[in-house]
């Protein structure tokens, strides 16, 4: 059993996960239309990520006898600019992220709910990798510089990420 506000805390950070697979499916969308086909696919696996970690939360609330509500997701921006803003915009949206799942993370411990303070461990491990691939990916670009050919290398390798769905998270 978990609290209302726990309960209301988690709607909301469904949302914000479905938010976050919008907003790189619209990345993915805009990459494919300059012809960047690598960053496409990358933003797409992103994309289904982000859904998988939206279900997630789903079924963590089903599972906990409560009902999952999905309310509106803002409209995500349609133009992005050069790869590497995108990406620093990406980061930027991965460290909010962060911070709304730390707040859960607080205050599950604060309630001493311990069910979905197990369950939101896995996504703190999981915002180290998504910030890191992103701090990666920003270092690349930046050596890269102004170099066409390097952007084609970088969107070349971002073309050979492939989507793995996540194990299930312990609840
Ligand atoms: Fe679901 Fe990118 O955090």
């Known amino acids: 059993m978990?609290?209302?506000?726990?309960?209301?805390?988690?709607?909301?950070?469904?949302?914000?996960?479905?938010?976050?697979?919008?907003?790189?499916?619209?990345?993915?969308?805009f990459t494919n239309h300059i012809g960047l086909k690598g960053a496409a696919n990358?933003?797409?696996?992103?994309?289904?990520?982000?859904?998988?970690?939206?279900?997630?939360?789903?079924?963590?609330?089903?599972?906990?006898?409560?009902h999952a509500q999905l309310t509106a997701i803002a409209a995500p921006p349609v133009e992005f600019g050069t790869l590497l803003s995108m990406f620093e915009q990406t980061l930027k949206?991965?460290?909010?992220?962060?911070?709304?799942?730390?707040?859960?993370?607080?205050?599950?411990?604060?309630?001493?709910?311990?069910?979905?303070?197990i369950f939101l461990q896995w996504f703190v491990t999981e915002q180290i990798e998504e910030e890191g691939n992103d701090?990666?990916?920003?270092?690349?670009?930046?050596?890269?510089?102004d170099s066409p050919q390097g952007l084609l290398m970088v969107d070349a390798e971002m073309a050979a990420r492939v989507f793995t769905p996540p194990a299930a998270t312990a609840a």
């Open 93 to 117: 949206h991965e460290q909010f992220i962060t911070k709304c799942i730390n707040d859960l993370m607080e205050l599950a411990v604060k309630e001493k709910d311990h069910a979905t303070r």
């Open 135 to 145: 701090n990666d990916i920003i270092t690349r670009l930046k050596l890269v510089g």
């Open 42 to 66: 990358w933003f797409m696996v992103q994309y289904q990520e982000e859904m998988a970690h939206a279900m997630k939360f789903y079924d963590y609330l089903n599972s906990q006898g409560e």
């Open 2 to 29: 978990i609290s209302k506000k726990m309960t209301q805390a988690l709607n909301q950070q469904l949302n914000n996960e479905l938010y976050s697979a919008y907003l790189y499916l619209s990345m993915s969308s």
